[in-house]
């Protein structure tokens, strides 16, 4: 256990102490000792500004993130089960799925304005395609016995894909979200930095704009933490969620 | 009573046609116990998927209680060979065996009840909030038991459920289908490779050719109705009939090769 957390924070603790010693007394404005980046990140980030700046950003990410997983589930789960509909839709979402949605994020203000229903729409469109496309594949490779075995038992309908379909295919969607969040963070800074007046990427170009380059830093740093903790929360909720496949491969290891 | 009369099933593809049942009539009277055997490949798994309404046949019916079935019917319960695949592993083995009987909108009470009873009845009353890939593949298997038997059915499906188990798990599984058997008074249909299990458990034996599949032979199993491992195995009679119906599928075997159509 102490071990493990040894390897964990060991790293981290490296490289901060690395950057901490080599950016001591650095006469470069851009990059200003860390030690002056840490004072900054202590007067910057106040209660008042986390408010201002931090909790819209992190709604905007919440309902963009939530939006894309309710749609591209019901979408995929649609999509998997109907051959033809795959057949017809599938080219078109690899098209979608290959376009940069920052590209998009000019276009998307054409029609939804500067506001936040245009944040949301950037993180939505950038961050439900692992997510569909995970669906999809997941809803097909139900078991050939299992989807039998709730036939013969007459679970049909909504029953068949609320407790066979969507459990079984719950390991590839949940690998579909992970790839997801990732991509709805960058996509909330970047939807912030074209056009906003509060938010964290609003606030670290303000920074960058007017020269306050150790405020700035701190910005990046505490995107940098904002993104390793819902990470971490992410996998913890996956892990719970997902015992039974853990502990089914387990079992199919030993045997 | 389940009722299988010209039965057909032609698997259509592109690179030709391939008839896996040619014509099969048998039936399994309220009540019976009929073991289904045959060489390997010779339809079994066509012919039990035809019966549970999950395929359709190229031509022939099958009628479960008079009713002809077209789709699975309602009082209908099958056991698979891979109890793995068959079992939801997202599931406690208590919503394992409660899952159809939701679905079939019985009150909560009186589901409970069944799931315990049925538990209970394949020995695994206190597993019920394991999950199915905690246990060993024998005690998986009467988890597949279980759901079927809380589930009531009139007609009992058994797809060569004890392929995949030790031969010891195999012998006490035997012992507890018959058992449960002659304690719910169900119609089983109990599909296997194993001609000693056959006879083993069967009031009648029901032979398949190789496939093309037709009735090749059909044998009354006149042994006495309380059957124990050692003492039934080792009567002549026991012996008697098994070396028919081995014969017989020997028989099968050479007699038609399969061909495609």
């Known amino acids: 256990m102490i071990k493990k957390l040894a390897y964990a924070v060991g790293l981290p603790l490296i490289l901060f102490v690395l950057w901490f010693v080599l950016s001591n007394g650095s006469e470069n404005f851009y990059a200003p000792p860390l030690k002056d980046i840490l004072r900054a990140f202590a007067d910057t980030w106040t209660p008042e500004r986390l408010r201002a700046d931090v909790v819209p950003s992190l709604l905007r990410l919440a309902a963009g993130y939530a939006l894309a997983a309710v749609i591209g589930i019901a979408l995929g789960v649609a999509i998997g089960l109907n051959r033809r509909l795959r057949a017809t839709l599938e080219p078109v979402l690899e098209f979608f799925r290959a376009i940069p949605p920052p590209v998009l994020v000019p276009v998307i203000m054409l029609f939804a304005g500067i506001g936040n229903g245009m944040k949301v729409i950037v993180i939505v469109f950038g961050c439900i395609w692992p997510i569909l496309l995970n669906t999809v594949e997941g809803v097909r490779a139900v078991d050939s016995v299992q989807a039998d075995t709730a036939r013969a038992y007459g679970i049909t309908g909504p029953a068949r894909i609320a407790r066979v379909v969507l459990p079984s295919a719950s390991p590839q969607i949940a690998a579909g979200l992970r790839q997801a969040l990732s991509i709805a963070i960058i996509l909330m800074v970047i939807s912030e930095m074209f056009a906003a007046s509060n938010g964290l990427g609003f606030t670290i170009v303000q920074f960058q704009r007017s020269f306050a380059i150790p405020e700035m830093w701190s910005g990046i740093i505490l995107l940098g933490l904002l993104g390793f903790a819902l990470s971490l929360l992410f996998r913890l909720a996956e892990r719970r969620a997902l015992r039974w496949y853990d502990g089914l491969r387990e079992a199919q290891r030993r045997s | ?261």
């Open chain 2, 1 to 261: 009573m389940l009722e299988v009369k010209g039965l057909r099933k032609v698997y259509r593809s592109g690179s030709g046609d391939v008839e896996a049942l040619r014509d099969l009539t048998f039936h399994v009277d309220t009540g019976d116990l009929v073991c289904l055997v045959g060489p390997s490949g010779c339809g079994k798994t066509t012919l039990l998927r035809c019966l549970a309404g999950l395929l359709d046949p190229t031509a022939g019916t099958v009628r479960i209680d008079g009713h002809e079935v077209a789709g699975p019917p309602p009082g209908l319960a099958m056991v698979f060979q891979e109890y793995g695949r068959s079992l939801f592993p997202w599931m406690s083995v208590r919503d394992n065996v409660e899952l159809p009987l939701k679905q079939k909108r019985i009150p909560r009470t009186r589901r409970l009840e069944l799931v315990g009873e049925a538990l209970d009845a394949v020995g695994l009353a206190g597993t019920e909030s394991s999950y199915p890939w905690q246990l060993s593949g024998g005690m998986q298997q009467r988890v597949a038991i279980a759901r079927a038997v809380a589930y009531e059915p009139t007609t009992l499906l058994m797809d060569e459920p004890f392929a995949a188990v030790d031969a010891q798990t195999r012998a006490d599984l035997e012992d507890l289908v018959r058992s449960l058997w002659q304690r719910l008074r169900v119609t089983i249909l109990f599909v296997t490779h194993d001609i000693d299990e056959a006879v083993y458990l069967g009031q009648r034996v029901v032979m398949l050719s190789s496939s093309p599949t037709v009735v090749q032979d059909e044998l009354v199993v006149d042994l006495p109705a309380a059957r124990d491992q050692l003492h039934t195995r080792a009567d002549s009679r026991f012996t008697a009939l098994r070396t028919h119906v081995y014969e017989q599928i020997q028989a099968a075997k050479r007699g038609r090769p399969a061909t495609t159509v």
